[in-house]
Every structure is written in structure tokens, then in C-alpha cells.
């Protein structure tokens, strides 16, 4: 199961500092891996994993790949509180939503 995320295309991208920063404010240990085929950011103890776009340490879209058992609950709730604390919102197939 994937969950997308992105901000609103009003809004300046994030740096994947602040996304780092986030993500630890919820209690969650992020590493950034940037690999020839995209960025990633993996979470200590967990097999959710989020694929982020990034263009020179700035990004505005990511998919959240949810491990196997962590569809729902930890880390998927952490990880969707601090995107929406960074103002990103969901898409979904009904269009996009506010994370929090």
C-alpha cells in the first residue's frame, strides 16, 4: 500500500532538512539515503519506507510505502503528522486532503 503526499503547488517546496526534522519531532529516526534512482528516507525499526522527490535538497511530493503489518497505526500516523505540520497534504483518488 502506498500513501502519496505533496504540498500544495502554491506553496515553496520543504527541504529535506526540515522533513528530517519533522519526522524526528515525532519521535521517528529518519535516515536520507539519495541513490541514482531517487531519494529515500528509511525509519530505524520499521519497513515503511518514503520515496521523496527531491532537486537540490528541496521537495514538494513523496510516497510513503508502507511495510507489510504497518498499513495502519506507527509509523504511518507519525510519519502523516509531520508532513501535515510542514503543510503537505494527502492524495488520494478523490482528490487531495489535509493530513493531521
Known amino acids: 500500500?502506498?500513501?502519496?503526499?505533496?504540498l500544495p503547488e502554491s506553496t515553496a517546496p520543504s527541504t529535506l532538512v526540515e522533513v528530517l526534522a519533522a519526522?524526528?519531532?515525532e519521535?521517528?529516526?529518519?535516515?536520507?539515503e539519495s541513490k541514482s534512482w531517487g531519494d529515500w528516507i528509511y525509519l530505524e525499526?520499521?519497513?515503511?519506507?518514503?520515496?521523496?522527490?527531491a532537486n537540490h535538497g528541496l521537495s514538494s511530493s513523496a510516497t510513503i510505502e508502507h511495510g507489510e503489518?504497518?498499513?495502519?497505526?506507527?509509523?504511518?500516523?507519525?510519519?502523516?503528522?509531520?508532513?501535515?505540520k510542514l503543510g503537505w497534504?494527502?492524495?488520494?483518488?478523490?482528490?487531495?486532503?489535509?493530513?493531521?
Open 1 to 6: 500500500m502506498e500513501t502519496i503526499v505533496r
Open 23 to 25: 519526522l524526528r519531532k
Open 27 to 32: 519521535h521517528l529516526d529518519p535516515r536520507h
Open 45 to 53: 525499526c520499521y519497513n515503511t519506507v518514503i520515496s521523496i522527490e
Open 69 to 84: 503489518g504497518e498499513e495502519d497505526g506507527e509509523p504511518v500516523v507519525s510519519i502523516l503528522r509531520a508532513f501535515g
Open 89 to 100: 497534504h494527502g492524495v488520494d483518488n478523490d482528490g487531495e486532503f489535509r493530513l493531521l
